[in-house]
């Protein structure tokens, strides 16, 4: 449908993914992409990061729609590197329309140490702001802005005390703090045509919750548990029935934020989560 043509998208964590899956579907769409990516591990995460090979794959699955990719290594908690990687791309592809602040960890578990919540909110919160700051000054009017939230972060006091750890804590306090800083800053840019939208997803299948370090947080009352044991506590979350959302679900909201056909959207929170929070208002605690 071409819904993005010829725009031109910034999306750092894109070597996997929900910034894989961003990447694909708006080149799908028609767009061209800079895709940013550390390539390293988290200190605090129980899981391994992207590789350069990840980023590579990227590359080519956005290449194979017949658009051109600029793949980039740089760490969102360094804005000089941010800035240079930008500069990099948009001279390569010429413009920026739409930057998407994607990266993020997610360490799970009651023992890790503080490190975790310091991590998560450097990488989450302080990356999120280095990557949109870095940009704006190559976004011109009818530019889009559009943050990853969470539902976590829409929780009363999701704060990891209820067996999850600091790293939850700090995931859910950084996506609370993006969703209010989207507001704030969808007033400042309206005057210029610039926009700034948040999607708040439930769980969805990626690395971040498809590791041993997750399904044993998820799952303390068994010895070695599995994805189907996590879907298991995860199902019942949610008002439809589902444990989780697959990453294109989250990507079309993407695209639509993306696209012309949001152009008087701004400031906008956007929930995709099979219902949970509507649930949780009904008086379900998916805590326990």
């Given at each position: 449908?071409?819904?993005?043509?010829?725009?031109?998208?910034a999306i750092t964590g894109a070597a996997r993914g929900l910034g894989?899956?961003?990447?694909?579907?708006?080149?799908?769409?028609?767009?061209?992409?800079?895709?940013?990516d550390v390539c390293a591990d988290a200190a605090t995460a129980q899981?391994?990061?992207?590789?350069?090979?990840?980023?590579?794959?990227?590359v080519r699955l956005i290449e194979k729609t017949g658009r051109r990719?600029?793949?980039?290594?740089?760490?969102?908690?360094?804005?000089?590197?941010?800035?240079?990687?930008?500069?990099?791309?948009?001279?390569?592809?010429?413009?920026?329309?739409?930057?998407?602040?994607?990266?993020?960890?997610?360490?799970?578990?009651?023992?890790?140490?503080?490190?975790?919540?310091?991590?998560?909110?450097?990488?989450?919160?302080?990356?999120?702001?280095?990557?949109?700051?870095?940009?704006?000054?190559?976004?011109?009017?009818?530019?889009?802005?559009?943050?990853?939230?969470?539902?976590?972060?829409?929780?009363?006091?999701?704060?990891?005390?209820?067996?999850?750890?600091?790293?939850?804590?700090?995931?859910?306090?950084?996506?609370?703090?993006?969703?209010?800083?989207?507001?704030?800053?969808?007033?400042?840019?309206?005057?210029?045509?610039?926009?700034?939208?948040?999607?708040?997803?439930?769980?969805?299948?990626?690395?971040?919750?498809?590791?041993?370090?997750?399904?044993?947080?998820?799952?303390?009352?068994?010895?070695?548990?599995?994805?189907?044991?996590?879907?298991?506590?995860?199902?019942?979350?949610?008002?439809?029935?589902?444990?989780?959302?697959?990453?294109?679900?989250?990507?079309?909201?993407?695209?639509?934020?993306?696209?012309?056909?949001?152009?008087?959207?701004?400031?906008?929170?956007?929930?995709?989560?099979?219902?949970?929070?509507?649930?949780?208002?009904?008086?379900?605690?998916?805590?326990?």
């Amino acid at each position: 449908m071409q819904r993005v043509l010829d725009k031109v998208v910034a999306i750092t964590g894109a070597a996997r993914g929900l910034g894989r899956s961003h990447a694909v579907r708006l080149a799908e769409e028609g767009a061209d992409i800079i895709a940013l990516d550390v390539c390293a591990d988290a200190a605090t995460a129980q899981y391994a990061g992207a590789t350069v090979s990840d980023l590579d794959e990227t590359v080519r699955l956005i290449e194979k729609t017949g658009r051109r990719a600029v793949a980039k290594r740089a760490d969102v908690r360094d804005r000089e590197a941010l800035r240079t990687a930008l500069d990099e791309g948009v001279a390569e592809l010429g413009r920026l329309d739409v930057v998407i602040p994607n990266a993020g960890i997610s360490p799970l578990g009651v023992d890790l140490p503080i490190a975790a919540f310091t991590e998560t909110l450097d990488v989450n919160l302080v990356g999120a702001l280095n990557t949109v700051h870095a940009a704006l000054p190559h976004l011109g009017e009818g530019a889009s802005i559009i943050l990853m939230g969470s539902v976590s972060g829409l929780m009363p006091r999701y704060d990891g005390n209820a067996g999850v750890g600091p790293g939850a804590a700090g995931y859910s306090f950084s996506k609370r703090i993006l969703a209010e800083y989207a507001e704030w800053l969808s007033v400042q840019l309206a005057p210029s045509g610039r926009r700034v939208n948040v999607v708040h997803p439930t769980n969805v299948a990626t690395e971040l919750i498809q590791n041993e370090a997750a399904y044993r947080t998820f799952r303390p009352d068994l010895e070695a548990p599995t994805l189907a044991d996590v879907e298991a506590v995860m199902r019942p979350m949610h008002g439809m029935p589902i444990a989780y959302l697959e990453p294109v679900d989250i990507s079309h909201a993407v695209v639509y934020f993306a696209s012309d056909e949001s152009r008087y959207v701004t400031g906008a929170q956007l929930k995709i989560d099979g219902g949970l929070i509507a649930k949780l208002g009904a008086g379900f605690d998916p805590r326990g």
